[in-house]
C-alpha cells in the first residue's frame, strides 16, 4: 500500500506533461484538436481521481498536492495557446484575454488569500475550459460528444465534488467582495 501513495502525485504531475503535450500539437494545426479535447479529458479524469486516491491512501499533503489548482490552471493555458495559435481563436482575441486574465489573476495574489485567487482565477478560465469543446462541435464533432459524455459521467459519478468546487468559488468571491 505504502508504493501506492505516490499515484496521486503522480496524476497530478501528468497534467503538466498533457499541457505540453498540447503545446507540443500546435505545428499540426486545427486538425490536432480531436487530439488536445483528448487529452484534456485525460487530464480532467487524473484531476478527479488523484484527490480520491490520496484521501484513500490517507496521503500527507505534498507540493504537487499544494498545487493541484495552480497545475490544472496551467493545463487550460497550454489549451488557450494551442487554441489561439492553430488560429481557432482569433489572435488578438486570444493574446489579449489570456494576457488580462494572467495579469488579473496574478494581481489578486497580492491579497495573500488564496480563495480570493482561485475564484477570481476559475472565473477568467471558465470560458477556456469550454472553448476547446464548443469549437469541436464545428471542426471534429466526435470530441465534443465524447466531451459530454465525460461531463455526464463526471458529475453522476462525482457530484459532491463539483458542489466544493462551486463552494470553493462562492467562497473566494464572497471573500473577494468584501475585502
Known sequence: ??????????LTASR???????????????????????????????????GRLARRF????????????????IMVLASAVFLTATGLVPLAVGVSYMAGAVFVSLYTLRFRH???FKSVTMLLAFPWVFTPFILALFHAPAAAY?????LILALLVDWRRFLGVVGDFLSGARAYIRR
Open 58 to 73: 490517507e496521503k500527507g499533503t505534498t507540493w504537487l498536492g499544494e498545487h493541484d489548482f495552480q497545475i490544472d490552471m
Open 146 to 150: 465524447a466531451g459530454l459524455v465525460w
Open 1 to 10: 500500500m505504502s508504493r501506492c501513495k505516490g499515484i496521486p502525485d503522480w
Open 114 to 116: 488564496f480563495l480570493k
Open 16 to 50: 503538466i506533461l498533457i499541457a505540453v503535450a498540447i503545446v507540443a500539437l500546435i505545428p499540426v494545426g486545427p486538425e490536432a484538436l480531436d487530439a488536445v479535447a483528448g487529452l484534456l479529458l485525460l487530464g480532467w479524469t487524473t484531476d478527479m481521481v488523484d
